[in-house]
């Protein structure tokens, strides 16, 4: 009976552990917890590796310049440096790169930092990606996205590969230009599916209100693109030499909703 008494209070004593350590990861009434997660547009290669050394954020942050050197800048503590294959991040992956609390108030700005060690795979043959010396500081993303006390939020790093990657000129050399967005995963965007599946690869341009967005179907057939402004858009279908593009127009995006446009098949050329 002592045994079984002495059991039970261990076992007690566990779940209030347990139970204390996921209260303290909850925001209280003042604070919002914010999770850091990198997703990437697919592209048309076989990898696509970066090296991920830190990522800070500025929150609050009322006007003026925003220098690297200011002490506002939180530094997200995570796993790092890390090695990510950001083909592995399509079709609702994501890696996270830490989380933190904040005030409530305004994330207004995040820098990615990436180390040197960067390359793609294409048809079994990798390949350097080249980084230009001015991204040594990070790539400076705006947010201004608005938190509120008691609430957590994911924030959604979009790394779109296939608009990162450019060849330069006379001297051959693969540069790694990254382009990327930042959006509250619960903001409004565009879903939708696009066949048949032997038109693939199909990539799928979203253009509207100032900005251009890319992205490729899935192996379903189906296509994300999150963060959008509400406004009127048009979807711009690219399938292979097969197949004939199409285009959607005046897709209205609402705030806070999802809009999901008919699902489309593509015809073949004659």
């Known amino acids: 009976m002592k045994t079984q008494t002495t059991v039970l209070s261990l076992f007690i004593l566990l779940l209030f552990a347990v139970g204390c350590d996921s209260f303290n990861d909850r925001p209280d009434s003042t604070e919002a917890r914010v999770n850091f997660r990198?997703?990437?547009?697919?592209?048309?290669?076989?990898?696509?590796?970066?090296?991920v050394l830190a990522l800070r954020v500025k929150a609050n942050h009322k006007g003026g310049e925003m220098d690297e050197n200011d002490d506002s800048w939180n530094e997200i503590v995570y796993d790092g440096p890390k090695m990510v294959n950001l083909l592995n991040l399509t079709g609702g992956n994501s890696?996270?790169?830490?989380?933190?609390?904040?005030?409530e108030g305004e994330i207004d700005q995040i820098r990615l930092?990436?180390?040197?060690?960067?390359?793609?795979?294409?048809d079994g043959q990798e390949i350097t990606l080249k980084t230009p010396s001015a991204q040594q500081s990070g790539l400076k993303i705006k947010v201004d996205q608005e938190i509120h006390g008691g609430e957590s939020y994911d924030l959604i790093i979009d790394f779109d590969a296939a608009k990162s990657i450019v060849t330069a000129g006379n001297s051959g050399n693969v540069i790694l230009k990254p382009v990327l967005r930042a959006y509250l995963e619960e903001s409004q965007g565009i879903q939708g599916q696009v066949l048949p599946l032997e038109?693939?690869?199909?990539m799928v341009?979203?253009?509207?209100?100032?900005?251009?967005v890319n992205t490729f179907a899935d192996k379903t057939g189906k296509?994300?693109?999150?963060?959008?402004?509400?406004?009127s858009y048009s979807i711009t279908l690219t399938p292979n030499e097969?197949?004939?593009?199409?285009?959607?127009?005046?897709?209205?995006v609402t705030e806070n909703e999802v809009t999901?446009?008919?699902?489309?098949?593509?015809?073949?050329k004659p």
């Open 260 to 268: 999901i446009p008919p699902a489309v098949t593509l015809a073949s």
């Open 38 to 51: 990198l997703v990437d547009a697919p592209a048309d290669y076989d990898e696509v590796w970066i090296e």
């Open 205 to 212: 341009t979203i253009a509207g209100q100032g900005a251009e």
């Open 223 to 231: 296509y994300a693109v999150m963060g959008l402004v509400p406004g």
């Open 242 to 252: 097969n197949y004939l593009p199409q285009t959607l127009s005046d897709i209205s």
């Open 95 to 103: 890696i996270l790169l830490g989380s933190e609390n904040f005030p």
């Open 199 to 202: 038109a693939q690869p199909i």
């Open 113 to 122: 930092i990436l180390g040197d060690n960067n390359y793609l795979v294409k």
